[in-house]
Structures are given as structure tokens and as C-alpha cells.
């Protein structure tokens, strides 16, 4: 008798939730009820995972909307299967949809989501849940797969793998071990690069001073956990809010490359007239890259397409919305702009003449680094500074006036679905990948206006742009500067580091990539896995996709830099989990049709 077929996939959150929902939706048509095993393998609640658990404070909020979550797909996206359509997380849970959820509500939906796809799948079909940790995947190339699990002694047979292990621990590179051996020899404490929800916070003292490194939205949930977290509460709203205390709150010096938040999210719907998309980076642009052969340089072959893409979907919006704010018709500046080369003083000028308010020019190097060459004479008006940044940023962001923004934010989102066409040519590295969170992933905007309110409490202080730690082995204490406030220098006993791990090669935290990697898998410099961008089939070193073994989510080289989709947006992460679900199907159905019939039959 013949094995019984089967699928492993190691992962159970959001990634392999939605992999599990296109698997049934697709069952029926290309494998039909011919028995199967799918395993589950995630030491983590299937549904929710790590990140969404439900078992973790309810004062961490997701950073999107409610109406703005959905694990279904609809008629936008471009799928071969069925459509199945389903409830927005606000449409579920019953609540505003302008609400932002907290990370339990979403865990709950999530969890949801998971036992209604368990639930479509047909009686042939068994779900075996396995929490532990897989530690390593073998066999022949063209044969059954093992997968090897923690605290099994039989590893589980796969005819196929599908990875969709999400963000990744990672273990301390040379600098991270440094400063923790120098915390040790000190008896200083050094948080490394961790999610914020599991890391250590108790250990950090009330009232004593702590110096983070990182701005993004790890920042976000380590100052919600250590304000209100401990006991602090707001009063008021918006800019009259007002942070009372604690006691038991210690003092957050914050600080980072750009020095700055990342952007509120945008706080009113794009109405009206759309940008078409894709304009300057689309399947034409794409396809002459790929003609090209060989590795595409992100820098000199992409990223001045990306720019003149997101410039054309800011003028478009702007134009087309608030023409009484450009100095030329859009008929003038259209044919112009489409002539002009990219990120040249051409487009400059054009641009310049177009467009007299400088505040409603896009600068792609201005909004990165928005703080470059400013310099302070004192820390507290670096402290009034950063306070009118925020404050600018938050207001900006939540006025459909500049609603050219919530434009670039949708050319974003194209320039994300054009990139992965390119899949394995194309590594773009970490900086586009924080480019996209800076401007798209920011928190909600009640968030920065509890930042300003710590901040006039004296509980968070601004680093600036461009910080440096050094660990100071004469007073045995950690400090940092900013080139903002040249020859001042903070000290503290506490450093946190206020970032997820990056997912290297050589200290990536799982031993099943590890594994691979050692084996002979393809990545990228910064650890990410190749994957066909076809069907997400993992790329061997000599370019071959392996058979039998698929990986889905930010883990490759096809994350498509959101971890959910919004409603009828395209939903690009559903279309590859469509895809990956009809190549698996597929691939059983071919293998059951090509086994020999037992004699008894």
C-alpha cells in the first residue's frame, strides 16, 4: 500500500492560515477527495501565531484600521481558484471600522479564520496540529521530504514542505554580543534586537534613564508597554492630551538613523480620482529588467523607476484634486514629467516651476531624511523641535488637503507588486524594505500624540538623527550622541534596542533555515530566502526551484511588505498563496495518477 499523501507547513499564523484557506478553496477542483494529511507545525496558536497571539496585553494595537484587515479574497484579486469572500476584522468583531483592533482582536479573528478554512476542508482531508519548533527538512531531492521536529523522535514524511515561518528570532551578531558581554562585565542591562512583547521590560528600573536605539513601531509597543503598561494613564485628546504618571515608569532617551517616527498613518479615505497605476514601474518596465539577464541593481536600475512612479501618483493626485495649488495645466506638466529622467535636475526644475509650495513637492531623499543638517544649540530644543515635527507629521497626515500622500501610499503598494516580478534578479536589501515601513507602516495616529504627551512629561526624550552608542568602559555606562547636538552625550545603565532581528544568513535563530542554508538553499545577502517568484518554489544555489519544498511570506524574497491586505486592493500576498496552493495540488494529483495500482485493486 502506498503512503498516504501529505503536506507539512511549518507556520500557522497569518501566512499559513491564509496558504490553508487557498488549499481548500482549490481542493475540490484539482485534487478532489483522494486522502490527505496536512501538518501543521507551529509551537504557536494556529490562526493568530507568535505576533498575534491572543495571550498577550491589549494595550498593544495593530497599526491598521479595522475596515482596512481582511484575510479573503474578492474579485480584485488576481487568482486562477475560486474566489471565497469573508468579513473584514471590523465586519467580524462588530466594531467602527476607523477603530485600530488590539493585537488580541486581531489574534481572536485570526483564530477564526484558521477553524473556517479547517472547517471547508472535505472529510478526506485530516489536520494534524503539531506545536513545536521543526528543526530541519531532508530527503532526496525528487523523493519524499522529512521534517524533523522538536521533541519528536520520527521526523513527519512530506511529499511536499511549504515554510511560511513569518518573522524569525535571530542570534546577536558581533556588535549585539559585545555590548551584552559589556552589560554583564558592568552589571548593565542590554535588551538585543527581540519582538517587544516578549522581551524582558520588568528588568528595567522606574525612574532611571534608558537609552533606545530604533524608532519604528517596536518603539511604539516598548513605550505603550512601560507607560501605561506600569500604571500610567492619559487624560484629554489629541493635542490637549495630558500623560499622568505612574511612578513606575523610567525615562525613554529615543533616538535612531532618520531621528524621527515613522509617518502617522494616513487618517482619511483616498476619495475622488485615483493615480492609474502602474505608470514608470510596471510589467513593461519590469519585463526589459528581466530581459536583460543577470542581477538587477536596486539602486541604479529600480529605485529611480520607483521614484518617478511615486512622483507621478503625488502630481496625478495633486492636479487632479487641488489644481489651485500647481502653476501649470496638467496637460503641460503630464507630457513633460514623462519626458524628464528620473531623480535629474530636469524634473527638478519641472517640478519647481509646477509647483510653487515646496511643501507639496515630493522629495524622495528630503522625506528620508528629513533632519539632515539640522543642527541644535541645546537638548532642549532639540526637544521643541522634534515635538513640532510630530505634531507637523500628525496633522499633515490626518488633512485631505495633502491628500497627494495617501497617493504615494498607494504607489507604494503598486511598486510592491512590480517588485516581486523581478523575484530572484532582485534583492533590494533592508533599505527599501524600511523606506516602505517609514512612509507606510507608521503608527496610528493617536499613538504619536501619546509620544507628545510623554514627551511633555519629561518621560521620553528625543535623541535626534544619526545616533551613536558607545559602551564606555572608564565609567562602565552605556551612551549616545546625536549628530543633531554635536559633543553632548547621554548616559544611561539600560540600552534597549527597539528593532524585530534582522534575518541574516549567519545568525538567523531558526535551525531549520540554518539548515538549509547549509545545505545548499539560494538567499539573499541579508538572509531572505529565493523563491521562484512564479509559485514560490525555493531556489537551489545553481538556480533550480526545488520540487518538493515552497516558501511563502517575509522570510523571502517575495514579501510583499504588508502582513495583511486591505479589501479589494489586488491583494497580492492572496494571489501567491493561490498560486502555491494550485502548484501543491497539482503536484500530488500528478504524483497519485503516476503510482502503480496494487494488484488487489
Same mark, same amino acid.
Do not use: C
Given at each position: ?22 488549499? @481548500? ?13 496536512? $501538518? ?43 474566489? #471565497?469572500?469573508?468579513? *473584514? ?23 477564526? %479564520? ?10 478526506? !482531508? ?9 528543526? #530541519? ?22 511529499? =511536499? ?20 558581554? /559589556? ?26 534613564? %534608558? ?6 513601531? @517596536? ?6 508597554? =512601560? ?16 500623560? !499622568? ?17 515613522? $509617518? ?21 518596465? &519590469? ?10 541593481? /536596486? ?21 487632479? &484634486? ?48 528629513? =533632519? ?22 500628525? *496633522?499633515?497626515? $490626518? ?9 504615494? +501610499? ?57 545616533? *551613536? ?8 555606562? +552605556? ?15 539600560? =540600552? ?7 534575518? *541574516?544568513?549567519? $545568525? ?55 502582513? +495583511? ?6 491583494? %497580492?500576498? +492572496? ?27
Amino acid at each position: 500500500m502506498s503512503p498516504r499523501p501529505s503536506i507539512v507547513i511549518v507556520g500557522a499564523g497569518p501566512r499559513g492560515t491564509g496558504f490553508l484557506e487557498r488549499l @481548500a478553496a482549490n481542493l475540490p477542483e484539482l485534487y478532489g477527495d483522494t486522502p490527505l494529511d496536512v $501538518h501543521l507545525v507551529d509551537p504557536h496558536p494556529p490562526g493568530p501565531g507568535r505576533i498575534w497571539r491572543t495571550a498577550q496585553s491589549p494595550l498593544l494595537w495593530m497599526n491598521s484600521q479595522a475596515e482596512d484587515v481582511t484575510m479573503f479574497t474578492d474579485e480584485t484579486v488576481a487568482l486562477e481558484g475560486p474566489v #471565497r469572500p469573508g468579513p *473584514t476584522l471590523a465586519e467580524w468583531a462588530g466594531i467602527d471600522g476607523r477603530h485600530f483592533a488590539s493585537r488580541p482582536q486581531q489574534g481572536a479573528y485570526l483564530r477564526w %479564520v484558521y477553524e473556517r478554512a479547517r472547517a471547508a476542508l472535505p472529510a478526506s !482531508v485530516t489536520v494534524h496540529e503539531h506545536r513545536t519548533t521543526a528543526l #530541519r527538512v531532508g530527503g532526496p531531492r525528487d523523493g519524499r521530504q522529512r521534517v524533523w521536529l522538536d521533541g519528536h523522535a520520527a521526523p513527519l514524511p512530506a511529499d =511536499l514542505v511549504v515554510l511560511t515561518v513569518g518573522h524569525l528570532d535571530a542570534r546577536p551578531d558581533a556588535e549585539q554580543r559585545a555590548l551584552s558581554d /559589556f552589560a554583564a562585565r558592568h552589571q548593565l542591562l542590554h535588551l538585543p534586537p527581540d519582538f517587544t512583547a516578549d522581551a524582558d521590560l520588568a528588568a528595567l528600573p522606574a525612574g532611571e534613564p %534608558v537609552l533606545v536605539r530604533g524608532f519604528g513601531l @517596536a518603539f511604539v509597543d516598548l513605550m505603550v508597554l =512601560l507607560t501605561e503598561g506600569r500604571g500610567g494613564r492619559y487624560e484629554g485628546e489629541g493635542e490637549t492630551l495630558v500623560y !499622568v504618571p505612574s511612578g513606575k515608569e523610567p525615562v525613554l532617551y529615543v533616538g535612531s538613523r532618520r531621528g524621527v517616527p515613522y $509617518h502617522s498613518k494616513i487618517g482619511y479615505r483616498l476619495d475622488g480620482e485615483r493615480p492609474p497605476l502602474p505608470r514608470f514601474f510596471g510589467p513593461e518596465q &519590469t519585463d526589459a529588467l528581466l530581459r536583460r539577464g543577470g542581477p538587477v541593481d /536596486f539602486r541604479r536600475d529600480v529605485w529611480p523607476l520607483i521614484a518617478k512612479e511615486l512622483g507621478w501618483a503625488h502630481y496625478h493626485r495633486l492636479f487632479s &484634486t487641488h489644481p489651485e495649488r500647481t502653476a501649470l495645466a496638467w496637460s503641460d506638466f503630464e507630457p513633460a514629467y514623462a519626458e524628464a529622467p528620473p531623480l535629474g535636475a530636469e524634473v527638478t526644475a519641472l517640478v519647481a516651476a509646477a509647483v510653487p509650495d515646496p511643501a507639496d513637492r515630493l522629495d524622495p531623499d528630503t522625506l528620508d531624511h528629513p =533632519l539632515d543638517g539640522l543642527r541644535y544649540d541645546s537638548a532642549e530644543a532639540l526637544q521643541n523641535g522634534l515635538r513640532a515635527y510630530i505634531t507637523e507629521d500628525v *496633522t499633515r497626515r $490626518h488633512d485631505p488637503a495633502h491628500s497627494a500622500d495617501a497617493a504615494v +501610499f498607494a504607489g507604494l503598494l503598486s511598486v510592491y507588486g512590480q517588485l516581486l516580478r523581478l523575484g530572484k534578479q532582485l534583492d533590494p536589501g533592508p533599505w527599501w524594505h524600511g523606506f516602505f515601513s517609514y512612509f507606510a507602516s507608521g503608527p496610528p495616529g493617536p499613538r504619536l500624540h501619546q509620544l507628545l504627551a510623554l514627551s511633555r512629561a519629561g518621560l521620553v526624550r528625543f535623541l535626534g538623527p544619526g545616533v *551613536t552608542v558607545e559602551a564606555d568602559e572608564e565609567r562602565g555606562l +552605556f551612551r549616545a550622541a546625536s549628530r543633531a547636538l554635536p559633543g553632548e552625550w547621554t548616559e544611561a545603565r539600560a =540600552l534597549v534596542e527597539a528593532r524585530i532581528p534582522d534575518p *541574516t544568513l549567519e $545568525h538567523t535563530g531558526s535551525p531549520l533555515l540554518r539548515g538549509l542554508y547549509e545545505e545548499g538553499v539560494r538567499a539573499t545577502g541579508a538572509g531572505l530566502l529565493v523563491v521562484d517568484p512564479v509559485d514560490g518554489r525555493l531556489l537551489e544555489r545553481d538556480g533550480r526551484p526545488h520540487p518538493r519544498r515552497f516558501a511563502l511570506g517575509p522570510h523571502t524574497t517575495a514579501r510583499t511588505g504588508s502582513a +495583511f491586505s486591505r479589501p479589494r486592493t489586488g491583494g %497580492v500576498a +492572496f494571489g501567491q498563496n493561490d498560486v502555491t496552493a494550485r502548484a501543491a495540488l497539482t503536484l500530488l494529483r500528478d504524483r497519485e495518477r503516476r503510482l502503480p495500482v496494487p494488484l488487489s485493486a
